[in-house]
């Protein structure tokens, strides 16, 4: 299945830890995007084990995580304006 994942990590409460946290474990298993979006083809036990491991670290009341899933990116028409943030040492 293909996903974009995207965050929104609170600054309180030790948020930037978190933040970091997640960025890494969300580097795992997809392609980072921009920012805090995240994307790319995940097996449904890959993404079983990324939303597990990513619900260990946020803080349930504060933070935010949201999963777009499509059968396949060809279901996903994608237009970017501006920079596209492709490289994979960003951030």
Do not use: A, T
């Not at 083809?41 to 670290?57: C, M």
């Not at 999963?67 to 501006?82: A, M, P, Q, T, V």
């Amino acid at each position: 299945m293909y996903i974009i994942l995207v965050y929104d990590i609170s600054k309180e409460n030790n948020g930037q830890r978190r933040w970091n946290r997640v960025f890494k474990i969300c580097k795992q298993y997809l392609n980072h995007v921009q920012n805090s979006v995240f994307e790319g083809e995940i097996q449904k036990s890959d993404l079983f084990k990324l939303e597990k491991k990513i619900e260990k670290e946020i803080d349930q009341n504060i933070d935010s995580v949201i999963i777009f899933k499509s059968r396949n990116e060809k279901w996903l028409e994608k237009d970017i304006l501006g920079l596209e943030i492709d490289d994979p040492h960003f951030l």
